[in-house]
């Protein structure tokens, strides 16, 4: 991401002073300061904040008629105020304000520390004659359990949103959706902003706590399972009813689990790669489990193991060769490795890309160029809500990023869920819908533009974890034309009962 120092046509804009009756800040130095130690606290990007502030002062105040403003022919400003920038307060051309579910938060609404975070974030930019565009716009996860999470992801989703927005052309800015703010949310009018009293909480927090202790003796870990079928007829891609008939479950023991299944067929060997997660050890691995004449799973074999977390075992070819990417966001690498020994020996080939945090990377080829698909998270966020695509001539060659990225800002449907597919003329894309939970269903994008400069896609369908019963999530499908397979969060077992596997 580009910082807000290089982006060409912005100047700086300065609080000459802010009245200390105010009760926010004496001054533009101290309210810098405090906002820093504010996004620090919270785990976000500490550079992009500061890069942030030193092109638009971000102001934070009681009232605007309270705040002297200097300006030297400010093309673009940002206000996190809280309130309408009047029309007096400087000569700035472009004016971007953030809205959290059709509110505007102040500054980046880190003094509601407790509050409820937001499900849709949107930044505006008003134009001096008055026209109001949405330019950036995402929406997020918002999960009960984790309210915390929830909060600095939007903080830092924010951040990020509003340096893009800076960063767009005046004829992208020009082009973007005409609206009018937005309204609140009826959850925002309705009050679920206050906090819980205080004891209520801390009760509701311990008895948490006790009951979470005291039922860890007697369930497994809540955690997934490997759900596979053979009926190539039921297969999502073979029919127009999704079911789940004819699925096995393939179910290790209380002590681990797994997920991310990614089914491939070589030299009519059936084999499923998976992430084998032991909870003694905390790090994944990636076994393998071929399907034997009867039908069934075989026994796994770990077939990768580095120093870090592997999960997400993406299985292809290119012409005779097979290879396999495998998700090291812990290593910040996309790391290609090449089939031996098919399936269970793997050599390390290339690191297709470097410093960077990509979740589940899936491949695609079109005829002409490789397409890579992946979820791209910062400090402080979410690691499925931001789609990212790169492109490449070979799979060996060098990868570029797409001009667009991200161009996905939606927890529904951004993270990969499984290889692309062709059904009845369409090439749609597996995705996870992570906006109440990490991978609540997977829901099916029909991608309807896929060029190096442009991409557009829309959902079609969807798979939710009801279909097998008591499970509480879903999050991958994949097929090869022998055995379909997804990944359950299923009820929690006690732990004596026995796994399949």
Same mark, same amino acid.
């Given at each position: 991401?580009?910082?807000?120092?290089?982006?060409?046509?912005?100047?700086?804009?300065t609080?000459?002073?802010?009245?200390?009756?105010?009760?926010?800040?004496?001054?533009?130095?101290?309210?810098?300061?405090?906002?820093?130690?504010?996004?620090?606290?919270?785990?976000?990007?500490?550079?992009?904040?500061?890069?942030?502030?030193?092109?638009?002062?971000?102001?934070?105040?009681?009232?605007?008629?309270?705040?002297?403003?200097?300006?030297?022919?400010?093309?673009?400003?940002?206000n996190?105020?809280?309130?309408?920038?009047?029309?007096?307060?400087?000569?700035?051309?472009?004016?971007?304000?953030?809205?959290?579910d059709?509110e505007?938060?102040?500054g980046?609404?880190?003094?509601?520390?407790?509050?409820?975070?937001?499900?849709?974030?949107?930044?505006? &930019?008003?134009?001096?004659?008055?026209?109001?565009r949405?330019v950036?716009?995402?929406?997020?996860?918002?999960?009960?359990a984790?309210?915390?999470?929830?909060?600095?992801?939007?903080?830092?989703?924010?951040?990020?949103?509003?340096?893009?927005?800076?960063?767009m052309?005046?004829?992208?800015l020009?082009?973007?959706?005409?609206s009018?703010?937005p309204?609140?949310?009826?959850?925002?009018?309705?009050?679920?902003?206050r906090?819980?009293?205080?004891?209520?909480?801390?009760?509701?927090?311990?008895?948490?706590?006790?009951?979470?202790?005291?039922?860890?003796?007697?369930w497994?870990?809540?955690?997934?399972?490997?759900?596979?079928?053979?009926?190539?007829?039921?297969?999502?891609?073979n029919?127009?009813?999704?079911?789940?008939?004819?699925?096995?479950?393939?179910?290790?023991?209380?002590d681990?689990?797994?997920?991310?299944?990614?089914?491939?067929?070589?030299?009519?060997?059936?084999?499923?790669?998976?992430?084998?997660?032991?909870?003694?050890?905390?790090?994944g691995?990636?076994?393998?489990?071929?399907?034997?004449?009867?039908g069934?799973?075989?026994?796994?074999?770990?077939?990768?193991e580095r120093?870090?977390?592997?999960?997400?075992?993406?299985v292809?070819?290119?012409?005779?060769?097979?290879?396999m990417v495998?998700?090291?966001a812990?290593?910040?690498?996309?790391?290609?490795?090449?089939?031996?020994?098919f399936p269970?020996?793997?050599?390390?080939r290339?690191?297709?890309?470097?410093?960077?945090?990509a979740?589940?990377?899936?491949f695609?080829?079109?005829?002409t160029?490789w397409?890579?698909?992946?979820?791209?998270?910062?400090?402080?966020?979410?690691?499925?809500?931001?789609l990212h695509?790169f492109?490449?001539?070979?799979?060996?060659?060098?990868?570029?990023?797409?001009?667009?990225n991200?161009?996905?800002?939606?927890?529904?449907?951004a993270?990969?869920?499984?290889?692309?597919?062709?059904?009845?003329?369409?090439?749609?894309?597996?995705?996870?819908?992570c906006?109440?939970?990490?991978?609540?269903?997977?829901?099916?994008c029909?991608?309807?533009?896929?060029?190096?400069? &442009?991409?557009?896609?829309?959902?079609?369908d969807?798979l939710?974890?009801?279909?097998?019963?008591?499970?509480?999530g879903?999050?991958?499908?994949?097929?090869?034309?022998?055995?379909?397979?997804v990944d359950?969060?299923?009820?929690?077992?006690?732990?004596?009962?026995?796994?399949?596997?």
């Open positions: 991401m580009r910082g807000a120092h290089e982006l060409p046509g912005v100047s700086i804009v609080v000459a002073s802010v009245r200390e009756s105010t009760g926010l800040v004496a001054n533009a130095e101290r309210f810098r300061a405090d906002s820093e130690r504010k996004v620090a606290r919270q785990s976000l990007e500490q550079q992009s904040w500061t890069e942030l502030a030193g092109t638009a002062q971000l102001v934070e105040a009681a009232s605007l008629a309270d705040v002297a403003i200097h300006t030297s022919a400010a093309h673009r400003l940002v996190l105020s809280g309130a309408p920038w009047p029309p007096s307060a400087g000569s700035a051309q472009l004016v971007f304000e953030l809205h959290w059709g505007r938060p102040e980046l609404g880190l003094r509601r520390a407790r509050g409820r975070p937001p499900k849709d974030v949107i930044v505006t &930019c008003r134009s001096s004659t008055g026209q109001t949405v950036q716009r995402s929406t997020l996860t918002l999960t009960p984790t309210p915390a999470g929830d909060r600095r992801n939007a903080a830092s989703r924010s951040v990020a949103l509003l340096l893009r927005a800076l960063g052309s005046d004829n992208e020009s082009v973007g959706e005409t009018e703010p309204p609140p949310s009826a959850k925002s009018r309705s009050g679920s902003l906090v819980p009293p205080a004891v209520g909480a801390s009760i509701g927090v311990a008895a948490a706590a006790v009951f979470r202790r005291v039922s860890r003796g007697l497994r870990d809540d955690a997934w399972e490997i759900q596979y079928r053979t009926n190539s007829d039921a297969f999502v891609a029919s127009d009813h999704v079911s789940a008939n004819g699925f096995k479950a393939y179910r290790p023991g209380y681990r689990f797994v997920a991310d299944p990614i089914p491939f067929s070589h030299h009519d060997i059936h084999a499923v790669f998976f992430e084998e997660y032991p909870f003694a050890t905390r790090k691995v990636i076994s393998c489990a071929v399907l034997q004449a009867n069934e799973l075989g026994v796994p074999q770990r077939v990768l120093r870090y977390h592997l999960s997400y075992p993406f292809f070819r290119d012409d005779d060769r097979v290879y495998p998700e090291s812990a290593n910040r690498t996309i790391d290609l490795y090449e089939c031996t020994s269970h020996q793997w050599e390390y290339k690191t297709l890309l470097d410093n960077i945090s979740n589940d990377a899936t695609y080829q079109d005829g160029r397409w890579m698909f992946a979820t791209v998270s910062g400090e402080g966020a979410y690691a499925w809500d931001e695509l492109f490449a001539d070979e799979i060996l060659g060098e990868w570029q990023p797409h001009p667009m991200p161009v996905k800002c939606d927890s529904r449907s993270r990969p869920a499984g290889p692309l597919f062709v059904k009845a003329g369409r090439l749609l894309r597996p995705t996870q819908d906006s109440e939970t990490y991978g609540g269903a997977v829901s099916i029909e991608i309807e533009e896929l060029t190096p400069t &442009c991409f557009r896609e829309r959902t079609v969807r939710d974890p009801d279909l097998f019963p008591g499970a509480k879903l999050h991958t499908l994949a097929a090869t034309g022998a055995i379909e397979t359950i969060r299923p009820r929690r077992r006690m732990r004596w009962e026995r796994g399949t596997i």
